[in-house]
């Protein structure tokens, strides 16, 4: 199903805090250009829907989200 | 399956525990008793032996918390995350931690997490299991509601377990291969029947084979909107018609919403709630998403139907008067959404107030300023406004026949 329209600005957080969790994704601040970042977090995008055999697109699209949505462990999926 | 970096295991075959406290949701012999489930399900394919203790030190320490409880992860209210648990080492390693905000059940239902199935999971982390991307293993990441009933280990985490600790010593009671690949077998059912999970009842109403989307007399049980999508229900299968693909997308019922029985007679959203209500006979259940609200099924008397109500035609809601139309034979009802009340005056006869529907309403839904009446194979578009018919169509007019 879609995410609810009101929740969809927040999906942008959900997910970067979801691969901070889970992913070992680790926000690059010093980073001038955010494009760095974009890049950084689609491949850890990738690595996610690698994981759960989701089509591997690098995009946080419906069903990318709805998987990050589930409930679940709070033991990450890789560690650093 | 996977294991932590180092591989770190428990050095000794007895391993004790200890259940620090207890969630209010179960009894707590309940609890007591998923806990040990879940132990021994890891203890009969090892050698590992666990032994409960009541006070001192345990290599695993089990506990129910909130929010901030004093390690490197805090918990994130109900939903998200449910549970966590550390790799077998000195101190806080082994130690099993259980989200007090989840609710926490004994039984696999939809309105709570079944403990034993989490706390078996979590037990996997205490023992040195790391995730598995093996979709139906047990220590797969995701919480996926199953039956428990004779509950078998998945061939995966055996492997990965047997990779740490080895085989049992004595030949085991039961296999320890698998006996299905949860994967491919279908959800079994509701290990107990609950409220919530009237799926054992005969639908009659439900088709063997799914309609032709463009069949000329396709007839409709129950539609709503959900989300900008439209879903039209028959039997246990849904149409979605969706914004977001070009294509009629064919689903079923369980497929969103595994413990819901099919053949819906009625079903609405509340768009400003992210809400949608179900009516099944005389019961009607509240969903957001995949969630269903807890507490549901309620009777439908609750909304303000006399006993002589046994079940309703259909439903819908004016987003604009927060309304809800509700149409039982010839007559409607008015629900006002705000007060949860039903509406003096009512019922009404149909014909009366919605000029050019002289029928009863098998379905309905609200869409772009026009409710959608269907009786049998054909649709009838009305004004919201002025309640006056606009135009008559065939049911299927939103299947691009």
Redesign the interface.
């Given at each position: 199903?879609?995410?609810?329209?009101?929740t969809e600005n927040e999906d942008m957080h959900f997910a970067q805090k979801y691969l901070e969790?889970?992913y070992d994704f680790k926000e690059d601040k010093s980073s001038l250009f955010k494009s760095t970042n974009l890049a950084h977090m689609a491949d850890k995008i990738r690595e996610m829907q690698a994981?759960?055999?989701l089509e591997v697109t690098g995009e946080l699209n419906?069903k990318t989200m709805d998987?990050m949505?589930?409930?679940?462990?709070?033991?990450p999926?890789v560690?650093s | 399956y996977s294991t932590f970096p180092q591989n770190p295991r428990w050095k000794k075959e007895d391993v004790t525990y200890r259940i620090l406290n207890y969630t209010p949701d179960m009894l707590q012999a309940d609890v007591d008793e998923a806990i040990a489930k879940a132990f021994q399900l890891w203890s009969s394919v090892t050698p590992l032996r666990f032994n409960r203790l009541y006070s001192g030190d345990a290599d695993i320490m089990i506990s129910f918390a909130s929010g901030f409880h004093g390690d490197f992860y805090s918990f994130d209210g109900p939903g998200g995350t449910l549970a966590h648990a550390y790799p077998p080492s000195r101190g806080i390693g082994g130690d099993a931690h259980f989200d007090e905000d989840e609710n926490w059940t004994k039984f696999t239902t939809y309105s709570g997490y079944n403990l034993f199935l989490v706390a078996a999971h979590e037990l996997g982390h205490s023992l040195g299991l790391g995730h598995s991307n093996v979709f139906g293993a047990l220590m797969y990441p995701i919480y996926m509601a199953k039956d428990t009933r004779n509950y078998r280990l998945h061939q995966d985490d055996i492997n990965g377990i047997q990779a740490l600790y080895g085989p049992p010593r004595e030949s085991p009671a039961f296999p320890t291969k698998a006996f299905l690949p949860q994967e491919t077998t279908e959800m079994p059912p509701m290990e107990e029947p609950t409220q919530m999970s009237p799926r054992e009842e005969p639908t009659e109403m439900a088709p063997t084979k799914r309609p032709e989307d463009c069949d000329p007399h396709l007839t409709f049980d129950a539609i709503t909107t959900l989300r900008g999508e439209i879903l039209f229900f028959k039997g246990s299968y849904v149409w979605r018609k969706s914004p977001y693909f070009s294509q009629i997308e064919h689903d079923t019922i369980s497929t969103f919403w595994p413990s819901l029985a099919a053949g819906f007679d009625a079903a609405y959203e509340i768009d400003k709630k992210d809400r949608v209500i179900f009516f099944k006979d005389n019961q009607y259940w509240a969903v957001s998403g995949y969630r269903i609200e807890p507490g549901f099924p309620k009777p439908i008397q609750n909304l303000g139907f006399p006993r002589t109500v046994k079940k309703i035609d259909a439903a819908v809601h004016d987003q604009n008067t927060k309304k809800t139309y509700i149409f039982v034979g010839n007559k409607y009802w008015s629900f006002d959404e705000n007060t949860q009340s039903m509406e003096r005056g009512y019922p009404r006869k149909i014909a009366a107030d919605f000029q050019g529907i002289g029928h009863t309403v098998d379905a309905a839904f609200q869409k772009n300023g026009h409710f959608y009446f269907f009786h049998g194979s054909n649709q009838y578009e009305v004004d919201i406004k002025n309640k006056k018919l606009v135009r008559k169509m065939k049911s299927n007019s939103w299947f691009d026949c």
């Amino acid at each position: 199903l879609p995410v609810a329209p009101e929740t969809e600005n927040e999906d942008m957080h959900f997910a970067q805090k979801y691969l901070e969790n889970f992913y070992d994704f680790k926000e690059d601040k010093s980073s001038l250009f955010k494009s760095t970042n974009l890049a950084h977090m689609a491949d850890k995008i990738r690595e996610m829907q690698a994981f759960f055999g989701l089509e591997v697109t690098g995009e946080l699209n419906r069903k990318t989200m709805d998987m990050m949505k589930q409930p679940r462990c709070g033991i990450p999926d890789v560690r650093s | 399956y996977s294991t932590f970096p180092q591989n770190p295991r428990w050095k000794k075959e007895d391993v004790t525990y200890r259940i620090l406290n207890y969630t209010p949701d179960m009894l707590q012999a309940d609890v007591d008793e998923a806990i040990a489930k879940a132990f021994q399900l890891w203890s009969s394919v090892t050698p590992l032996r666990f032994n409960r203790l009541y006070s001192g030190d345990a290599d695993i320490m089990i506990s129910f918390a909130s929010g901030f409880h004093g390690d490197f992860y805090s918990f994130d209210g109900p939903g998200g995350t449910l549970a966590h648990a550390y790799p077998p080492s000195r101190g806080i390693g082994g130690d099993a931690h259980f989200d007090e905000d989840e609710n926490w059940t004994k039984f696999t239902t939809y309105s709570g997490y079944n403990l034993f199935l989490v706390a078996a999971h979590e037990l996997g982390h205490s023992l040195g299991l790391g995730h598995s991307n093996v979709f139906g293993a047990l220590m797969y990441p995701i919480y996926m509601a199953k039956d428990t009933r004779n509950y078998r280990l998945h061939q995966d985490d055996i492997n990965g377990i047997q990779a740490l600790y080895g085989p049992p010593r004595e030949s085991p009671a039961f296999p320890t291969k698998a006996f299905l690949p949860q994967e491919t077998t279908e959800m079994p059912p509701m290990e107990e029947p609950t409220q919530m999970s009237p799926r054992e009842e005969p639908t009659e109403m439900a088709p063997t084979k799914r309609p032709e989307d463009c069949d000329p007399h396709l007839t409709f049980d129950a539609i709503t909107t959900l989300r900008g999508e439209i879903l039209f229900f028959k039997g246990s299968y849904v149409w979605r018609k969706s914004p977001y693909f070009s294509q009629i997308e064919h689903d079923t019922i369980s497929t969103f919403w595994p413990s819901l029985a099919a053949g819906f007679d009625a079903a609405y959203e509340i768009d400003k709630k992210d809400r949608v209500i179900f009516f099944k006979d005389n019961q009607y259940w509240a969903v957001s998403g995949y969630r269903i609200e807890p507490g549901f099924p309620k009777p439908i008397q609750n909304l303000g139907f006399p006993r002589t109500v046994k079940k309703i035609d259909a439903a819908v809601h004016d987003q604009n008067t927060k309304k809800t139309y509700i149409f039982v034979g010839n007559k409607y009802w008015s629900f006002d959404e705000n007060t949860q009340s039903m509406e003096r005056g009512y019922p009404r006869k149909i014909a009366a107030d919605f000029q050019g529907i002289g029928h009863t309403v098998d379905a309905a839904f609200q869409k772009n300023g026009h409710f959608y009446f269907f009786h049998g194979s054909n649709q009838y578009e009305v004004d919201i406004k002025n309640k006056k018919l606009v135009r008559k169509m065939k049911s299927n007019s939103w299947f691009d026949c």
